[in-house]
């Protein structure tokens, strides 16, 4: 079986000036087709047929035969039957053989996979047709205009996916049989379109174009590895969502451990794909599967075997949150949530690196008052400390029926109807809230904040809503940014602090204008809302 493929490339684009030799990704755009040709499973005689010599001497730097266009054949107003028949005619001549098939392949067409033309060969000659043709079906409610009129291509106006199949064709093959080759035909009678998926059906004709193949060649395949459970809370699922929204190029993978209740719920909601595991060494046969060349841990401290084996597999590494033996094995760590406490090349410290969710980059902090209408009381996702009734209690000593006081509880707090019921029985001015969907909508009313010493205090300080926080646990007081030099009052660990301290500072605070001001100052100096841009550049590895 003989088959001929025959890449068209002359030196005149206009839309691009010197298009296909113009280099996509660090590499011609020329290559791409020839590469596909070459790596084919099918053995395939690829020739380049071109008028100039820019494109001559990369067609043969790649690989393929060059055929010396006539000028007559290289002007604007050609189209490819009389092209391709002349390569297929000098080439059998030189060669003393007849070819079976000729394909034709655009230079254009940089993001066709081999596999798929493999694919579409093994179709082409399975199903007898003459010509096959690759296309791709992108159904719209579509109109024409005949004789001065325009008019409907649709019988039904219907959404999109219920629309009947419109075929459209590509650039990246026309598959015929010899016979049907001529000087003004590529078409046999018996013809069929070959279906492209959508990310390898672009052909390159503008500026757009090119960077629509632009972005999908740089596409990288990413596993974000994160946890959600009551103990931890849920964190680390929001900072990865947020990443994985803002990854947008790229495709995204999440993989979450089998006890982290919690954080599949969220992750199921959110609609991104996910694996669930039992064990962290099970990330191997995910990474191999999905080719991953990027992999996020966001599971607090990590061991070194562990990172090692993931580095073994050869894929760039990137952790949150990590002060464990497995961090100075990754190509990055990102703890923003701490101060530098090594001199370690890999390692990104403190707020300028804090990544915040798209409804505080909108939003706009509090406008400061004298007077104190409302507090937020705030402690997570889960609150295992369950501070949020510690506070409640605190309150309900306090005699002051002026000041509104909103709970926000999550989805993991196990003691949200025993709040609600305390609540209704209280005389104070209560609302419990639960499993807030915008909670820029409660920070943006508050005047003080009570809250943990995790990622809430920074949504807290980008709203500069002065706080008084309560550390959940040993590692949370570690989070350098929740002290006064960025506008909290800082109690320490929650389960140590007396009721009646609790009491006195809020009760102080609330009596203490000036204070609050000078908090609220403190934290609007503090830019929070550029750390994502920084984030998004370590992981893609962007300089």
Not at 358 to 365: M, Q, R, V
Not at 408 to 419: D, P, S
Request: aromatic share 8%; proline share 3%; charged share 25%.
């Amino acid at each position: 079986m003989n088959i001929l493929v025959i890449i068209p490339a002359r030196g005149g684009s206009k839309g691009i000036p010197r298009k296909n030799i113009r280099l996509l990704c660090k590499k011609p755009l020329i290559s791409y087709s020839i590469e596909n040709a070459l790596n084919s499973t099918f053995n395939m005689d690829v020739l380049v047929s071109t008028d100039d010599e820019e494109i001559e001497k990369i067609a043969v730097q790649y690989g393929a035969e060059v055929l010396n266009r006539p000028k007559e054949l290289a002007v604007d107003n050609i189209t490819l039957d009389p092209v391709i028949y002349h390569a297929l005619i000098k080439t059998e001549k030189e060669k003393k053989l007849i070819y079976d098939y000729v394909i034709t392949m655009q230079p254009t067409s940089p993001l066709l996979k081999t596999r798929t033309l493999d694919a579409a060969i093994d179709y082409f000659i399975s199903n007898e047709y003459d010509t096959l043709i690759s296309g791709i079906n992108n159904p719209h409610l579509s109109w024409t205009e005949s004789d001065g009129e325009v008019i409907p291509l649709y019988r039904k106006r219907l959404n999109r996916q219920y629309l009947p199949k419109h075929l459209e064709e590509t650039g990246a093959f026309v598959i015929t049989k010899r016979e049907f080759v001529s000087e003004n035909n590529r078409l046999g009678s018996n013809i069929s379109i070959y279906e492209l998926p959508a990310n390898e059906s672009i052909d390159i004709d503008t500026p757009q174009d090119w960077w629509v193949a632009e972005t999908e060649l740089s596409k990288k395949s990413i596993l974000i590895r994160t946890d959600g459970y009551s103990k931890i809370g849920l964190g680390h699922i929001y900072r990865c969502l947020l990443l994985a929204d803002n990854l947008i190029d790229h495709e995204v993978r999440f993989v979450i451990s089998s006890h982290s209740d919690l954080g599949i719920k969220k992750i199921k909601e959110s609609h991104f794909k996910y694996n669930v595991i039992d064990d962290n060494y099970e990330i191997k046969k995910l990474i191999n599967t999905y080719k991953c060349d990027i992999l996020i841990n966001d599971i607090l401290d990590t061991d070194a075997d562990y990172i090692r084996h993931c580095k073994n597999l050869g894929v760039r590494v990137v952790n949150f949150e990590d002060l464990g033996k497995g961090a100075p094995y990754a190509d990055v760590v990102i703890n923003d949530l701490y101060e530098k406490s090594n001199n370690l090349d890999n390692h990104y410290w403190g707020s300028s690196y804090y990544c915040i969710r798209d409804e505080f980059l909108l939003a706009n902090p509090i406008t400061f008052k004298e007077n104190v209408n409302d507090v937020l009381i705030i402690f997570g996702g889960t609150d295992p400390c369950n501070l949020t009734k510690r506070t409640f209690d605190v309150i309900n000593t306090i005699d002051n029926k002026d000041i509104h006081y909103t709970f926000i509880v999550g989805l993991g707090y196990r003691h949200t109807e025993e709040l609600i019921n305390e609540a209704n029985k209280s005389d104070l001015n209560i609302d419990i809230i639960q499993d807030v969907k915008h909670m820029t909508e409660y920070m943006g009313k508050a005047d003080i904040a009570i809250s943990s010493q995790g990622r809430t205090m920074l949504e807290l300080a980008s709203m500069a809503v002065p706080t008084i926080l309560l550390a959940q646990n040993v590692r949370e007081q570690a989070h350098e940014f929740g002290y006064m030099k960025n506008g909290f009052i800082n109690l320490g660990l929650g389960s140590k602090v007396e009721n009646r301290t609790i009491r006195e500072t809020l009760l102080w605070l609330i009596n203490s204008p000036q204070i609050r001001k000078q908090m609220n100052q403190q934290m609007l100096r503090k830019d929070l809302k550029t750390g994502i841009k920084r984030v998004l550049k370590l992981i893609v590895n962007n300089d």
